[in-house]
């Protein structure tokens, strides 16, 4: 049905949706039911329509209408974000493989490559995105895939990802690419050839804070493994969240456009205040990759990270006096937040491993919201004049 839809916006309120309409309802029910009736000739463990197996009309539903936002052929939803990527991971790459990682990915995902899958038997390397010459040296007869993200957390880096596919393509690699920063609003992977999408659904496609969870979208093939692994791992998403994530993702477009408005602004702002040293946002000129994402993306998304001139207690000192924003972890929510990386999102690596990955602990990650701009800059004005 989706296929009949041409514009993501149409997608999103109506790809996926059973017809006729269950008694009527516009909206799809939860169904509280954690097992089902088998049908005739239901055969196999997997076959079972069972909460914990990811095949609920709730989950259903997602499924087709995230696989058609992205122009892709399947996807499958996770209970966090985390979810999506350990078992996207362990999907694609079994004892004795070799992993192709970005260097300066999520910490979350740094942290299980370095810690977690070493013990499945899965050696790895680290990338440069943006270093291409350099990636060939690092294959082996049994790398099997490659994981990079759209765009960077959180020094909002963009990795040469049209050079990324056609590599994988050449070697035979699986394509992994974290695509949570710019939602299929901004960025369709598929379109530009990748395997797997994976997202943190908690941040925008659900967009209001209030579940997490997580998605991985792609290939049917690749997809079915990892559905199938998610059923052995029980990383399943609850009914209630997936009817959160459906009822937030109906407003993603709409959302997405305003967290692209209000950064640009934002970041403008922030670039032309003197106490300010640096601004990481690729819609501004001055980003090293700004060509590339006008190239890639229809949007340059909602996230910030700048840099102070100051020292770690200056910073510190910003992300309080800020009133508008919260100072909390995660993003992509209708409320903006602030936070510095090294004590949420990369604190569970060490300072070396950060100061490696260029994240200095005064760097200043802000999640733009839906707030009015105009409000957000007067409030940021008002907090750097306090340094």
């Known amino acids: 049905m989706s296929s009949s839809f041409k514009n993501i916006e149409t997608k999103i309120i109506h790809a996926g949706e059973i017809h006729p309409l ?58 966090s974000g985390m979810a999506a990527i350990s078992t996207a991971l362990l999907a694609v790459l079994t004892a004795g493989d070799h992993l192709l990682a970005l260097g300066g990915a999520y910490g979350g995902t740094h942290a299980f490559i370095t810690h977690e899958l070493p013990d499945f038997g899965v050696s790895f390397d680290f990338i440069d995105g943006n270093n291409p010459d350099s990636w060939e040296s690092l294959l082996r007869p049994n790398t099997k895939a490659i994981l990079v993200e759209s765009v960077t957390n959180p020094l909002l880096d963009i990795p040469d990802l049209k050079t990324v596919v056609a590599f994988a393509q050449k070697h035979g690699l699986v394509s992994l690419i974290d695509n949570t920063f710019p939602s299929p609003i901004n960025f369709r992977p598929a379109e530009w050839g990748f395997d797997l999408s994976l997202h943190s659904a908690t941040k925008y496609l659900n967009g209001h804070s209030d579940i997490v969870a997580g998605a991985i979208i792609g290939r049917a093939d690749l997809v079915k493994k990892a559905h199938l692994k998610l059923n052995h791992l ?154």
């Open 22 to 79: 269950i008694e009527g309802a516009v909206n799809l029910p939860i169904f509280q039911s954690s097992t089902f009736e088998s049908s005739t000739g239901t055969k196999g463990y997997h076959a079972q329509r069972y909460m914990r197996l990811s095949n609920t009309p709730n989950h259903d539903v997602l499924h087709q209408k995230l696989a058609a936002l992205e122009n892709a052929e399947a996807a499958l939803v996770t209970g």
């Open 234 to 387: 029980g990383g399943s998403l609850d009914t209630h969240a997936c009817y959160l994530l459906y009822r937030g993702l109906k407003t993603l477009s709409v959302r997405m456009q305003r967290h692209n408005e209000n950064a640009m602004k934002v970041a403008q702002f922030l670039a032309n205040h003197p106490a300010v040293k640096k601004v990481n946002y690729p819609g501004l000129e001055s980003h090293p990759q700004h060509q590339r994402a006008r190239e890639l993306f229809d949007g340059f998304g909602g996230m910030i990270s700048f840099e102070i001139n100051g020292d770690t207690d200056a910073a510190a000192k910003v992300v309080s006096a800020v009133q508008l924003p919260t100072s909390a972890p995660s993003l992509g929510g209708v409320e903006s937040l602030i936070t510095r990386p090294a004590t949420t999102s990369h604190s569970g690596m060490s300072p070396e491993e950060r100061a490696a990955m260029g994240i200095s602990d005064s760097l200043i990650r802000y999640s733009v919201g839906i707030e009015a701009a105009e409000d957000l800059i007067a409030d940021l004005a008002q907090a750097l004049a306090q340094i």
